[in-house]
Nanobody
């Protein structure tokens, strides 16, 4: 079955950086658009970033644009989220997402996500 395993979360001071990874198995990775969502305590899960099959198309939430970068390595079945200039409001559980819909669809709604990872906690202290 499909497995998405996130890693790289942790505690960082405001202004710092983290790099999340998501290793995928049980699927033909190059056939899936991938993305990242996050959920803060008491809030709904929200879109962060998405990437197309080959990696040339990327989409970001306005709140992270210019600070976060999504990328993928199809040879390693892995996607990444480089997070720079982190803010306390970035604190959340970050989830990896896989979809057979388009990356634009992932950016519009989580309903287009077919598979989720278990999440990794990111905490940004002020």
């Amino acid at each position: 079955q499909v497995q998405l395993v996130e890693s790289g979360g942790g505690l960082v001071q405001a202004g710092g950086s983290l790099r999340l990874s998501c290793a995928a198995s049980g699927l033909t990775f190059s056939n899936y658009r991938m993305g990242w969502f996050r959920q803060a305590p008491g809030k709904e899960r929200e879109f962060v970033a998405a990437i197309s099959l080959g990696g040339s198309g990327t989409y970001y939430a306005e709140s992270v644009k210019g600070r976060f970068t999504i990328s993928r390595d199809n040879a390693k079945n892995t996607i990444y989220l480089q997070m720079n200039s982190l803010k306390p409001e970035d604190t959340a559980v970050y989830y990896c997402a896989a979809s057979t819909s388009t990356a634009q669809a992932i950016a519009r709604s989580a309903e287009f996500v077919g598979n989720w990872g278990q999440g990794t906690q990111v905490t940004v202290s002020s």
